[in-house]
């Protein structure tokens, strides 16, 4: 079983950076696709970008395309999302979540097999 640890979460203000970091443990992720997702206050947990297994190929929501990059070492069995010109509607919860299916470029939460606790980002304005 795969356990994923999401890290770098902070307070940060509006323009600034992020880089969020998801480590996995217990078996590697090499062969998984990863994805991370968000959660605002009130708000619906939504998709914001994913990565396969290779790293060769990304897929990005709308709303963060051009700010937000995700990335992979798999060798170091992380995955990370960096964050850049930061916005006050980034707050959230950012989770990442692994998806046995490599290749996969899903939106879908259920399609994804295992997730981590969530790490807070807090954008002031």
């Known amino acids: 079983q795969v356990q994923l640890v999401e890290s770098g979460g902070r307070l940060v203000q509006a323009g600034g950076s992020l880089r969020l970091s998801c480590a996995a443990s217990g078996r590697t992720i090499s062969g998984y696709a990863i994805g991370w997702f968000r959660q605002a206050p009130g708000k619906e947990r939504e998709f914001v970008a994913a990565?396969?297994?290779?790293?060769?190929?990304?897929a990005y929501a709308d709303s963060v395309k051009g700010r937000f990059t995700i990335s992979r070492d798999n060798p170091k069995n992380t995955v990370y999302l960096q964050i850049d010109g930061l916005k006050p509607d980034d707050t959230s919860v950012y989770y990442c979540?692994?998806?046995?299916?490599?290749?996969?470029?899903?939106?879908?939460?259920?399609?994804?097999?295992?997730w981590g606790q969530g790490t807070q980002v807090t954008v002031s304005s």
């Open positions: 990565i396969t297994w290779t790293g060769r190929n990304a």
């Open positions: 979540a692994g998806n046995s299916r490599g290749v996969s470029l899903s939106q879908r939460e259920h399609e994804y097999n295992y």
